[in-house]
T-cell receptor, first 114, second 111 residues
Framework: DAGITQSPRHKVTETGTPVTLRCHQT?????MYWYRQDPGHGLRLIHY???????DKGEVSDGYSVSRSKTEDFLLTLESATSSQTSVYFC?????????????FGEGSWLTVV | DAKTTQPTSMDCAEGRAANLPCNHS???????VYWYRQIHSQGPQYIIH???NNETNEMASLIITEDRKSSTLILPHATLRDTAVYYC????????????FGKGITLSVRP
């Protein structure tokens, strides 16, 4: 298994509260991603990072921000959680070069916004 | 990224080979074919990928047609634990390219 740890694995929060999900990797990979998965939509990319302090938006980035202050950690923040952000969130990593370009996923973080 | 077309579902008997088809008729020369699977409530699991040659690893074989417009993932001896959603994805080379997931195919392995 790729060395990816997501925390928390499960969280219930109230509408309007801030939430931060953490992705930690031990592979020293350059690329890190956050996806969400919802019934009927499959996995959709929220944000990704291609290096420390280098991030970019994915297809469903509204309402989310990210930060990457060191190689091993990629944080996803919901500044003010809404019920539409109830979802399963997956972190993924990739080496980024041709030989290590495969993307590996973590086990997911289940977020419920009530 | 080019899009792929997969059947919605299929089943096979335990111990038999499972052949999962995928069409990617608009694939470009620099795009790889990737296969992932997702077992209920778990993160997507990488299976295999290839460019134009057939590939085999400990999990599966990937057969890509000569024109690269379609491929088949083969699980040689399916087990009940192989029941999952399987995603066929085409993805360009280059570090900035991302995975775009479709709906995948649900494989049910029956005893």
């Amino acid at each position: 298994d790729a060395g990816i740890t997501q925390s928390p694995r499960h969280k219930v929060t109230e509408t309007g509260t801030p939430v931060t999900l953490r992705c930690h990797q031990t592979e020293n990979h350059r690329y890190m991603y956050w996806y969400r998965q919802d019934p009927g939509h499959g996995l959709r990319l929220i944000h990704y990072s291609y290096g420390v302090k280098d991030t970019d938006k994915g297809e469903v980035s509204d309402g989310y921000s990210v930060s990457r202050s060191k190689t091993e950690d990629f944080l996803l923040t919901l500044e003010s959680a809404t019920s539409s952000q109830t979802s399963v969130y997956f972190c993924a990593i990739s080496g980024g070069d041709l030989s290590g370009n495969t993307i590996y996923f973590g086990e997911g973080s289940w977020l419920t916004v009530v | 990224d080019a899009k792929t077309t997969q059947p919605t579902s299929m089943d096979c008997a335990e111990g038999r080979a499972a052949n999962l088809p995928c069409n990617h008729s608009t694939i470009s020369g620099n795009e790889y074919v990737y296969w992932y699977r997702q077992i209920h409530s778990q993160g997507p699991q990488y299976i295999i990928h290839g460019l134009k040659n057939n590939e085999t690893n400990e999990m599966a074989s990937l057969i890509i047609t000569e024109d690269r417009k379609s491929s088949t993932l083969i699980l040689p001896h399916a087990t009940l634990r192989d029941t999952a959603v399987y995603y066929c994805i085409v993805r360009a080379t280059g570090a900035n390219s991302k995975l775009t997931f479709g709906k995948g195919i649900t494989l049910s392995v029956r005893p």
